[in-house]
C-alpha cells in the first residue's frame, strides 16, 4: 500500500440491501412456519396483573400507491403507565412494572395487511430537556423495499394537552403533519382501540425521524 494511501481510501462501502422477502424467519418465526422461540407473544406486550389503562393499537401500513404492505414488520418501545422504562438508562427511582414488556413486535397480516398490538397506555415520560413528553409508543418499520428500517411515534388524540405541550411534535412541521403521527380511540366489544395506520409515502405520509 503506497504511504500516501488510507485504508479508508482502499474500502469502499458495501451494497445496502433491504430487509428483503424472509424476513418473518428471523424476526417472526411463527409467520414463516418456523417454532415459536420460548413462550414470546410479541404483540402482547402487557400481563394480565400490568398496570394502567389496558389498550390495543391497530392499523395498516400502506404504501405510496395506497394499497396495503402485507409482509411488514413494526417493533415497539415504550414506557409502563408510570412512564418509567425497564432499562438501565432510565435511573429514576421508580419501580418497573414487572407485567409489562416495554418491547414488542408485531407482522402485518398476510391478507388484510392489519398488524395489532395489545398493551397499556403509557404515561409521560422526561423529555431531552425540561418538562415531559406525551404519552408514546416509538416504533421502527421493517419491510421489503427499505433500506434502513423507518423510525416514528404513537402519540393519543386524547393527550390532548400533553400532545400540545410535547417537545418531538413541536419540531414537525408544517403543523399539520403532526396528525400522522396521531392515533385515534375508539371502543370495540368492550376494548379500548386506538386506530394508527402508516403511510410509507404519498399524501399523507406518516413523519419518520432520522435517530
Do not use: C
Amino acid at each position: 500500500m503506497p504511504a500516501e494511501q488510507s485504508a479508508g481510501e482502499l474500502l469502499k462501502e458495501s451494497p445496502s440491501q433491504t430487509a428483503g422477502p424472509y424476513i418473518h424467519i428471523g424476526m417472526a418465526p411463527p409467520v414463516a412456519g418456523l417454532p415459536l422461540r420460548g413462550d414470546e407473544t410479541p404483540n402482547v406486550l402487557a400481563g394480565s396483573t400490568a398496570q394502567g389503562e389496558r389498550i390495543r393499537i391497530e392499523g395498516i401500513v400502506f404504501d405510496g400507491e395506497g394499497a396495503p404492505v402485507k409482509d411488514a414488520i413494526i417493533e415497539f418501545w415504550q414506557a409502563d403507565a408510570n412512564g418509567k422504562y425497564d432499562h438501565p438508562a432510565d435511573q429514576r427511582n421508580i419501580p418497573p412494572d414487572p407485567d409489562l414488556h416495554n418491547f414488542g413486535r408485531a407482522v402485518t397480516d398476510l391478507k388484510s395487511g392489519l398488524w395489532w398490538i395489545e398493551t397499556v397506555k403509557p404515561g409521560p415520560v422526561p423529555g431531552p430537556q425540561a418538562g415531559n413528553m406525551a404519552p408514546h409508543v416509538s416504533i421502527a418499520i421493517f419491510a421489503r423495499g427499505i433500506n434502513i428500517h423507518l423510525n416514528s411515534r404513537i402519540y393519543f388524540d386524547d393527550e390532548i394537552d400533553a400532545n400540545g405541550a410535547d417537545p418531538i411534535l413541536a419540531l414537525v412541521v408544517p403543523a399539520a403533519r403532526r396528525a400522522t403521527l396521531i392515533a385515534r380511540r375508539g371502543e370495540r366489544d368492550g376494548t379500548v382501540t386506538y386506530r394508527f395506520d402508516i403511510h410509507l409515502q404519498g399524501e399523507n405520509e406518516t413523519v419518520f425521524f432520522d435517530v
